[in-house]
């Protein structure tokens, strides 16, 4: 008997992915951003709020973390982004002498700050305060600008990191010019101009430099500060252990995958 060709089912020409013609028309799309623009909005007083509201709680942790010793190189060395970037001993060592840490937020765009450094006397260098600065530069081509009762503006809803801010630099007045950490240990430069160093150097090339590539500045303002006592006693998770975390569930998920020629091993209960 002669094999006849396999039939398709019933409709099978006819199934296509029912999503796939989904339009979007003009005036929705219009409505739809409207409705993000709002929610915008909403997180940004939010966000001015909060920096207001916890400004005093940073102030009367300020004044309980200079009576205990060590607390902000502890924190800061707790977070395992930070760490990566203070690998050389004559940054620890430097970095040992830190007393106090300050974010200043820059009133009219509080996305912006300048983080404050403040040393003890020390062997390397002269400075009681390094400060770097991420300066809001308002973009060119802002013809009105209407805020609303809130206080949130029509430019801040269209904020970029890349675009409006400027990192500065600090002169560092080095006790010995020839031990300088950064003549030391130089931020070397890949190869491209968009790649990122090849060899970050000492952690004081953030001051020195004006850029910050690996965003060690956001690092400290948005995770470090905030959360310095956990971090201070261990307890801080930063951003990079949640994606180690998510990456290593990753590879448990591949291991998971059922091999169709082997049984399935159950799972021991605890």
Sequence with gaps: MAKGTKRASPGAEEEKDP???????????????????DAQRVELYLDMQSHKLLEPVYTKRREIAKGIDKFWPVALMNHSTFAIQVQHNS???????????????????????????HFKENPHFTNKVLKKEYKYV??????????????????????????????????????????????????EMGEGDDEEPADPGSFFNLFEIEDDPYDIGLTIATEIFPEAIEFFL?????DSMDSDIDSDE???????????????TKKQKV
């Design 91 to 117: 940054d620890q060592l430097a970095l040992s002498y830190l007393e106090d840490l300050w974010v200043v937020r820059d009133p009219k765009e509080p996305r912006c700050y300048t983080i404050e450094f």
């Design 138 to 187: 308002e973009h060119p081509g802002v013809v009105e600008n209407k805020v609303d009762e809130r206080g949130v503006s029509e430019v801040m809803l269209d904020f970029s990191w890349e675009r409006d801010v400027q990192p500065s630099a600090t002169k560092i007045d080095w006790k010995d010019p020839a031990k300088a950490l950064t003549k030391l240990y130089p931020r």
């Design 250 to 264: 990753d590879d448990e998920d591949d291991a998971e995958e059922i091999d169709l020629e082997k049984p399935r």
């Design 19 to 37: 999503l796939q013609a989904v339009e979007l028309d003009e005036e929705n799309a219009k409505k739809l951003n409207e409705v993000q623009r």
């Design 234 to 238: 261990g307890h801080g998770q930063d």
